[in-house]
């Protein structure tokens, strides 16, 4: 799977973004997954003045939330009605999840545009949109 790259323009100074009743415009909310290279000490960057800064001045931030270290996660699968639980990290890609940020954006755009705030030198930032019923389309696989 190849992914495209795209040109961001800078995010707008002062740009304020008007707040409406949950279900009224066209806002979305994205979730930005944060991904680390496994050696890079889990919280050990920082750095995100600048997108916490312009994401709390647009009303765009609705939270976010560190991750502890991947040694201290469990995973839970359940088959035939059975569940087993594995301790510890369960790594099958090259970078771990280090954090979270959700966002009520105008658009992908603009949830693109604040994600490249965030320094990810060791990692990098995966943004999707969340869905509701209404949305279901962005469900890959799902036949309803």
Request: with cysteine.
């Amino acid at each position: 799977m190849s992914g495209s790259r795209h040109r961001l323009r800078p995010v707008s100074e002062g740009r304020r973004a008007e707040r409406r009743p949950c279900g009224e415009g066209d806002d979305v909310k994205f979730l930005l997954s944060l991904y680390l290279d496994p050696p890079a000490p889990p919280g050990g960057e920082h750095g995100h003045e600048d997108f916490l800064s312009a994401s709390r001045e647009a009303g765009e931030l609705i939270g976010g939330h560190a991750f502890a270290d991947p040694s201290t996660s469990a995973v839970v699968r359940t088959a035939g009605g059975v569940a087993s639980v594995t301790e510890g990290p369960y790594l099958r890609a090259p970078d771990h999840a280090d954090g979270q940020y959700l966002l009520d954006c105008d658009s992908r755009e603009r949830a693109l545009e604040l994600a490249a705030l965030l320094p990810r030198g060791r990692g990098c930032v995966e943004v999707r949109p969340l869905m509701d019923s209404a949305g279901l389309e962005m469900a890959a696989g799902l036949e309803m």
